[in-house]
């Protein structure tokens, strides 16, 4: 995998300008993101492309996505964040 790629996908989704995105966006990209297939990596580019907001009620199923955005990286984002220590309500992290 290109490193320039990964950095730049790296770099957007930590940097969304939504904090509540970004704590999710960012560690599961650190986490995954070099393991990604290619058809993953787009599809991981294109929910980078869309709106902090509606990305982030769609990982928390309070939205539902476009059926072009329910993938199966939406759903490992879904599984990532329901493992976060904030998402069980220790906002301690530990």
């Known amino acids: 995998m ?3 790629r990964i950095g ?11 904090r509540e995105a970004d704590l ?5 990209a650190d986490s995954h ?3 990604f297939t290619e058809a993953e990596f787009v599809a991981f580019e294109a929910l980078l492309n869309q ?3 509606d990305v982030y ?6 939205t539902e996505p476009p ?9 490992r984002l879904r599984i990532f964040q329901r493992a976060l220590p904030v998402a069980s309500g220790d906002i301690s992290g530990s």
């Open 33 to 35: 993101v070099r393991s």
């Open 57 to 62: 009620n769609w990982i928390n199923g309070k």
């Open 67 to 75: 059926a072009e955005f329910d993938t199966p990286i939406l759903e």
């Open 51 to 53: 709106e902090d907001h």
């Open 8 to 18: 730049r996908i790296l770099f957007r989704a930590w940097r969304r300008g939504f």
């Open 2 to 4: 290109d490193e320039t």
């Open 24 to 28: 999710i966006l960012g560690p599961f």
